[in-house]
């Protein structure tokens, strides 16, 4: 399949753009398009052969759901049994934004959107482009993250671009997205809202609206909530060590780790705080790639992605991360790099 890239305006995005997405998505097509969180891969909501076309375009397992997008309320209402009082607080609060609700759902959705489940997962996203090709469609969007399974989720045009291309017919490049992290994906269908992804909106600010808030930690006997975190996503081909430490005790660790990887004959990437990196130049490390201020958690978030793949790209068969601080963004930072890295974490 041919596969059309088009610049498109993430903040006045063309009319004849969308419409010509929308077109796509209403003939049963696949079209990858931004939101703030990271690049969405999307189908008609309400057509089964249309949604069964991303499992095929991303290799998905069948038993993960997909994430339905609306535009406005209404939308959501059609999809939605009932909404809790939590459910209605976070749309309030943080509606249109990161943040994916877990919800009853109607009996308007196809069973492969929701792989089974009784619950659907719905966002209303707050990117301009995200939001207007919904509004142009007419109809609620199921949208997994653009990538082939199993690789880091897409925060540019151009990670789409080389996982996508040939596989569908339209991807809306509007450059880098702002979050860079997938939203978090939070229960709100009953009983305590539990976080089941930490993403884009931190605990503590859905503590801050909806009282105590639980984490889903899934042990050995029971699966996670939602079926994809079960999936070692995130990893690169190389091997990840993630460093958990002051900057001091980084920097010596990292050197040290450098200079066996290069014994070992290893290619070494390093993902580090912009605080870290000035000491590690002289290292000679293959690749050094800087995250972002330690001071900025935003920062870090929205590069991690990138630097994921560059050490794919660029052939690192050993990665050293360092790892931030688990509150607020930094928890699900935390949780992507734990991932990549299976759970080869080194305290120091
Ligand atoms: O930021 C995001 O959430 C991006 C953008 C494109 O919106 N989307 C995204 O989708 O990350 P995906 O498919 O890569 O991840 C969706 C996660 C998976 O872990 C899936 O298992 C979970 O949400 N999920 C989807 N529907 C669910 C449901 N009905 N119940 C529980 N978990 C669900
Ligand atoms: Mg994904």
Redesign the pocket.
Known sequence: MLTKRSYIDGVNPEAELLREGAEWLRAGELVAFP?E?????GANALDASACAKIYEAKG?PQD????V?VCNRAMADSLVAFWTPEAELCVQHFWPG?L?L?MS?TTKLPEI???G?V???I?M?SHPV?LRLIEETGLPIA?????LSGKP?PTSGSHVWRDMKGKIPLILDSGTCL?G???T?L?VSGGIPTI??P??ISREQLEEVLGEVQVDAPSETQA??????KYRHYAPKGEMILMMGSPERIIQRMGREIQKGHARLKKVGVLCSLEVAPFLHNQFPELLFVLGSKNRPEEIASNLFEGLRLCDERGMDLILAEGVEERGLGTAIMNRLQKASGKLTLNI
Not at 37 to 41: D, F, N, P
Not at 143 to 147: I, L
Request: hydrophobic letters at 40%; zero cysteines.
């Open positions: 939101t969180t990271v690049y969405g891969l998905r993960n759901p997909l994430i997008h990161p994916t877990v759902k959107v929701t792989a489940l619950n659907v997962a966002r996203p995200a949208a997994p993250s653009a990538n989720s979050v992290l997938e939203s994906v229960d089941l992804r993403g884009g996670p909530k939602a079926p994809g975190m």
